[in-house]
C-alpha cells in the first residue's frame, strides 16, 4: 500500500471515530535523529516506517502502539530493543505479552511485521505484508 493511500484510510477512521486519535502522541524526528537511531543500532529502517514516525511520530495510534523514535517516551524504539544487532527490531506488542517486529537480515529490516510469541518463544513471520497493513488491521481495526 502507498503512502497515500494509507493517509487516506487514517483520515476516513479520524472522521467516524475521533476519539480514537484523541491521546498524545509521540514527538515527530527529523531525518537526522533516524539517521542517528539507524547508525547507533546497526539497522536500516523500512521506508514506511520512516514515512510513518515523519507524519505522525509514533506511541498512540488508534487501537494500537507503534515504537517510536522519541528518546523521552516509554514507546521508544531503543527501550524495546538492544544495540546487539539481531534477528528482530520490536516495533509494538500485543498486550498479552506478545510483540510485533521487523526481522532483520544484514542490517535491513524487511517490509514485512512479523509476530513473537512470548510464551513458545518462536517467530510467527509475515502476521502482517508490511507496517501500513499491521496499522490499518490493529490500529484502526480495518
Known amino acids: 500500500m502507498e503512502f497515500e493511500q494509507f493517509e487516506k484510510r487514517v483520515e476516513k477512521a479520524r472522521a467516524e471515530q475521533p476519539l480514537l ?16 537511531f539507524q547508525q547507533e543500532y546497526g539497522v536500516r529502517l523500512p521506508e514506511q516506517y520512516i514515512q510513518f514516525v515523519l507524519r505522525y ?9 507503534l515504537y517510536s523514535l522519541d528518546r523521552g517516551s516509554p514507546f521508544y524504539l531503543g527501550a524495546h530493543n538492544t544495540k546487539e544487532p539481531g534477528e528482530l527490531l520490536f516495533i509494538g506488542e500485543n498486550g498479552c505479552g506478545d510483540s510485533y517486529a ?4 544484514e542490517g535491513r529490516c524487511g517490509e514485512a511485521v512479523a509476530l513473537w510469541e512470548h510464551e513458545e518463544g518462536r517467530v510467527l513471520p ?16 480495518g
Request: hydrophobic residues 40%; contains cysteine; charged residues 30%.
Open 57 to 65: 511520530g509514533g506511541g498512540y495510534f488508534g487501537y494500537t502502539v
Open 102 to 105: 521487523f526481522c532483520v537480515r
Open 126 to 141: 509475515a502476521a502482517f505484508s508490511d507496517l501500513f497493513d499491521y496499522l490499518i488491521k490493529t490500529g484502526l481495526k
Open 21 to 36: 486519535f484523541g491521546l498524545e502522541r509521540d514527538a515527530i524526528p527529523d531525518r537526522e535523529e533516524i539517521s542517528r
